[in-house]
């Protein structure tokens, strides 16, 4: 059972323009939101992540969103940038004992069109 | 400079045949993950270990097995058991506490022909 669901396998957005990349959860013990970014055959670089006591974080271009209430985060990228061009994966982890497990989407492929 | 390395990039092997893959890390990592990729599947947990000789099973791990017999490293090898092991194989590693993300390898794209 897919515990964290990203929609929308993909999206594209002209240069410049916002990219708005959704992600539900289904846990209600998840505690902590991240969001790694993902070029072709590469691993994963982390991109940004929120604990559940706050609603925003932001690192330059890059902000995310979380509303617990809906069990939603979401990831906006202003301005987007032909290089922002990847697949990106949300993630979480919960609190259980012993463990240090993050849950991937299946991720979004973005494309940013020049 | 830190990092962890997989390798090789690209493995090909014959169907029934075991293959190892490699994981190293110099970030002094507690913990160490493999996972699988699928086109459409998103990352999947095969097996990951907290400290040295000790792992757990994750979501798919059938057909694979691992070790843990130093800090730095953790192989995994895809038996002749494992149904369908062509796939991109990510390992991964974290300090073991509440607030870190993983830090990924390049990943290995193994072909069983």
């Known amino acids: 059972d897919q515990q964290v669901k990203q929609n929308s396998p993909s999206l594209s957005v002209q240069e410049g323009r916002i990219s708005i990349l959704n992600c539900d959860y289904t846990n209600s013990m998840f505690d902590y939101f991240l969001w790694y970014k993902k070029y072709p055959a590469e691993g994963p670089t982390f991109l940004i992540s929120i604990s559940s006591i706050k609603d925003k974080n932001e690192d330059g271009r890059f902000t995310v969103f979380l509303n617990k209430s809906a069990k939603h985060l979401s990831l906006h990228i202003v301005p987007s940038q032909p290089g922002d061009s990847a697949v990106y994966f949300c993630?979480?982890?919960?609190?259980?004992?012993?463990?240090?497990?993050?849950?991937f989407g299946t991720g979004t492929r973005l494309t940013v069109i020049p | 400079d830190g990092g962890i390395t997989q390798s090789p990039k690209y493995l090909f092997r014959k169907e029934g045949q075991n293959v190892t893959l490699s994981c190293e890390q110099n970030?002094?990592?507690?913990?160490m993950y493999w996972y699988r990729q699928d086109p459409g599947q998103g990352l999947r947990l095969i097996y990951y270990s907290q400290i040295v000789n000790d792992f757990q099973k994750g979501d798919i791990a059938e057909g694979y097995s691992v070790s843990r017999e130093k800090k730095e490293s953790f192989p995994l090898t895809v038996t002749s058991a494992q149904k369908n092991p062509t796939a991109f194989y990510l390992c991964?590693?974290?300090?073991?506490?509440?607030?870190?993300?993983?830090?990924f390898g390049s990943g290995t794209r193994l072909t069983v022909v």
């Open positions: 970030l002094n990592h507690d913990a």
């Open positions: 991964a590693s974290s300090i073991s506490g509440r607030d870190y993300g993983y830090t």
């Open positions: 993630a979480a982890r919960g609190i259980q004992t012993g463990a240090n497990n993050l849950f």
